[in-house]
T-cell receptor
Framework: GAGVSQTPSNKVTEKGKYVELRCDPI?????LYWYRQSLGQGPEFLIY????????DSGLPNDRFFAVRPEGSVSTLKIQRTERGDSAVYLC??????????????FGEGSRLTVL | SQQGEEDPQALSIQEGENATMNCSYKTSINNLQWYRQNSGRGLVHLIL?????REKHSGRLRVTLDTSKKSSSLLITASRAADTASYFCATDDRTGRRALTFGSGTRLQVQP
């Protein structure tokens, strides 16, 4: 597609449930990022993929959070035993990542997660 | 923790006026980027300035970078109502992390 696509756009779940959020990056972008954004705050880094591997998962808050990118394209962020504090907008971004520096990121519209 | 911190947190101006937003950061960087976010939407990249650059222009945007003070500013000239959005600075720091660290943003309101 033309841009980064995220589904679902909105997800309401109950405390303790399992949730999956999907990200389809721009075709050809090797780098993929997940961020979390709470109301009134900037995006907070969760995890970065280069190709299929998680190159940096230091931002994942705890072991309830896990992300995969099995074929180096689509990624899924998985949250187990959701808690009310997990409520936020989960943003996915991709980039070409051709050099040593981190260049321009292209963001999706986000998945708004509400845990009741 | 947030690397970049924007100032002010909120700014309200009249159409046609200039808007200036500032960003401070803590570590050495490779580059600094500014993003815009309309309410309920994703972030859109505006401009990237490298650590060896001091000033950059793009249309009505002017960005400066002072690495000695670890600060940057974003100037939007001749603002329009459509510029109403949140603006974030993001740093690519030299710790080896291949991800940007975002500040908490400046909410800009441009009154028509």
């Amino acid at each position: 597609g033309a841009g980064v696509s995220q589904t679902p756009s909105n997800k309401v779940t109950e405390k303790g449930k399992y949730v999956e959020l999907r990200c389809d990056p721009i075709s050809g972008h090797t780098a993929l990022y997940w961020y979390r954004q709470s109301l009134g705050q900037g995006p907070e880094f969760l995890i970065y993929f280069q190709g299929t591997g998680a190159a940096d998962d230091s931002g994942l808050p705890n072991d309830r959070f896990f992300a995969v990118r099995p074929e180096g394209s689509v990624s899924t962020l998985k949250i187990q035993r959701t808690e009310r504090g997990d409520s936020a907008v989960y943003l996915c971004a991709s980039s070409l990542q051709t050099g040593g520096d981190t260049g321009e990121l292209f963001f999706g519209e986000g998945s708004r997660l509400t845990v009741l | 923790s947030q690397q970049g911190e924007e100032d002010p947190q909120a700014l309200s101006i009249q159409e046609g006026e200039n808007a200036t937003m500032n960003c401070s950061y803590k570590t050495s960087i490779n580059n600094l980027q500014w993003y815009r976010q309309n309410s309920g939407r994703g972030l859109v990249h505006l401009i990237l300035i490298r650590s060896n650059e001091r000033e950059k222009h793009s249309g009505r945007l002017r960005v400066t970078l002072d690495t000695s003070k670890k600060s940057s500013s974003l100037l939007i000239t001749a603002s329009r109502a459509a510029d109403t959005a949140s603006y974030f600075c993001a740093t690519d720091d030299r710790t080896g992390r291949r991800a940007l660290t975002f500040g908490s943003g400046t909410r800009l309101q441009v009154q028509p």
